[in-house]
């Protein structure tokens, strides 16, 4: 089985090395390392805590017409490849369903140990200084303005207001990014979000105080 998670990681990484919104191999490489951290603390099983990890953008609703469901079906799909039981399929598709930020006002429970470590990696790399990379790279692949004075955030009561959502970058920052530190499912990626979260906050200051409103 370690044999297919190598062949899947390489597939993984042929896909992703050139993508330019912030979903790069890099992040996936990041997301993998950081989940099997976790999963090392919080005695997550290892081994599907790394292939969810490895398959958790594989077809990201961002990129598929807002659908939750391609990125479970291309990841079956991969897996059925190379002939992993169905057990293990099924166990990864739910964490890769579970995975997403869906708005402020959607709760995105974890069903297993290893969900909740790949929940939270994949959530980490969305704050602090490689958040804040990520999140202004992805807006300019979308053509966002990086702020815009007088366009408040909104708080999205459901995934279809977040996903149809066109607000500046900075809105981000109040939509989602801030957020995360209180929607770890792991004291070990709680802990990790502090520090992370208050580089958010002091960039946020330096913005507006250079911005001047
Ligand atoms: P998720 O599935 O939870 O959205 P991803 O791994 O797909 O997580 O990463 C989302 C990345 O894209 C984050 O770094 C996030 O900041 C960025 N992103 C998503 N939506 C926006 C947006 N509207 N503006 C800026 N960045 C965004
Ligand atoms: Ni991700």
């Known amino acids: ?47 599907i805590t790394e292939l969810a990890a490895l398959l958790h953008d594989i077809a990201d609703h961002k990129f598929h017409g807002g659908s939750l469901e391609a990125g479970p079906a291309a990841a079956r799909v991969l897996m059925e490849s190379e002939g992993l039981p169905e057990a293990l399929i099924g166990r990864v598709v739910q964490i890769i369903r579970e995975v997403s930020y869906k708005g402020a006002g959607v709760e995105t429970p974890c069903s297993s140990p290893e969900s909740a470590c790949v929940q939270d990696a994949d959530r980490l790399d969305a704050i602090g200084a490689i958040g804040i990379a990520r999140a202004f790279a992805y807006g300019g692949s979308k053509g966002r303005l990086l702020y815009e004075p007088g366009a408040p955030p909104e708080n999205h009561a459901d995934f279809e207001a977040y996903r149809s959502a066109q607000g500046h970058t900075i809105n981000h920052f109040h939509e989602k990014l801030l957020l995360l530190k209180d929607r770890m499912q792991t004291a070990t990626g709680r802990d990790m979000a502090l520090e992370r979260h208050a580089f958010m906050e002091a960039f946020l200051r330096q913005f507006h105080a250079e911005w001047g409103d």
């Open 1 to 47: 089985m370690q044999e297919s998670l190598q062949r899947i990681a390489a597939q993984v990484k042929e896909k992703f090395l050139q993508e330019g919104s912030g979903h790069d191999w890099w992040h996936i490489h990041r997301v993998r390392t950081t989940a099997l951290d976790l999963a090392r603390w919080e005695g997550a099983d290892l081994f």
